[in-house]
T-cell receptor
Framework: KAGVTQTPRYLIKTRGQQVTLSCSPISGHRSVSWYQQTPGQGLQFLFEYFSETQRNKGNFPGRFSGRQFSNSRSEMNVSTLELGDSALYLC???????????FGPGTRLLVL | KQEVTQIPAALSVPEGENLVLNCSFTDSAIYNLQWFRQDPGKGLTSLLLIQSSQREQTSGRLNASLDKSSGRSTLYIAASQPGDSATYLCAVKGGANNLFFGTGTRLTVIP
């Protein structure tokens, strides 16, 4: 089975722009979670989607949003980018009844 | 809010040595605890998952223990190899289904 894929792998944006990141889960996985990883704050949970519905949400401002499609692929969007949004964004998928998440390689976002 | 801390932040050991990584958490009301490894520029790989009702889990040279009452977990790596060099993260799952990650321990195994 193919692993979790994320596109693009690298992205450079400027302050005030918006960005959309994509995540394709492992086939058969309907749960997709997103995380932000920065040197200062470490890994923080953004949100989880299951069957096209947001099931859980971390403590991030409304500029961070996401959605999930019927094929379980997920996108996250960050509007009005700030310098502090520079980070590695990871998504993870899992079979809902199991606990183990499988992570993608991440999208590294740099905001200038 | 759950706080997860890992000590030490970095560790260098010679190849073949046994080592222990530590993880502590402030809220003992957890569902499970996981250990991950992260290689530079890559995502996370799940190593071991311990349910709250379990005391330990083993996989090959890795053994993880959990003491919920004291808010601690350890990851024991036997006979370390250069390929074990990576950052190791622990994460606890709370009631809201969130994963709270520790700060990580960067391990270097010197050949």
């Amino acid at each position: 089975k193919a692993g979790v894929t994320q596109t693009p792998r690298y992205l450079i944006k400027t302050r005030g722009q918006q960005v959309t990141l994509s995540c394709s889960p492992i086939s058969g996985h309907r749960s997709v979670s997103w995380y932000q990883q920065t040197p200062g704050q470490g890994l923080q949970f953004l949100f989880e989607y299951f069957s096209e519905t947001q099931r859980n949400k971390g403590n991030f401002p409304g500029r961070f949003s996401g959605r999930q499609f019927s094929n379980s692929r997920s996108e996250m969007n960050v509007s009005t980018l700030e310098l502090g949004d520079s980070a590695l964004y990871l998504c993870a998928s899992k079979v809902d009844i199991q606990e183990t998440q499988y992570f993608g390689p991440g999208t590294r976002l740099l905001v200038l | 809010k759950q706080e997860v801390t890992q000590i030490p932040a970095a560790l260098s050991v010679p190849e073949g040595e046994n080592l222990v990584l530590n993880c502590s958490f402030t809220d003992s009301a957890i569902y499970n605890l996981q250990w991950f490894r992260q290689d530079p520029g890559k995502g996370l790989t799940s190593l071991l998952l311990i349910q709250s009702s379990q005391r330990e889990q083993t996989s090959g040279r890795l053994n993880a223990s959990l003491d919920k009452s004291s808010g601690r977990s350890t990851l024991y790596i036997a006979a370390s190899q250069p390929g074990d060099s990576a950052t190791y993260l622990c994460a606890v799952k709370g009631g809201a289904n969130n994963l709270f990650f520790g700060t990580g321990t960067r391990l270097t195994v010197i050949p």
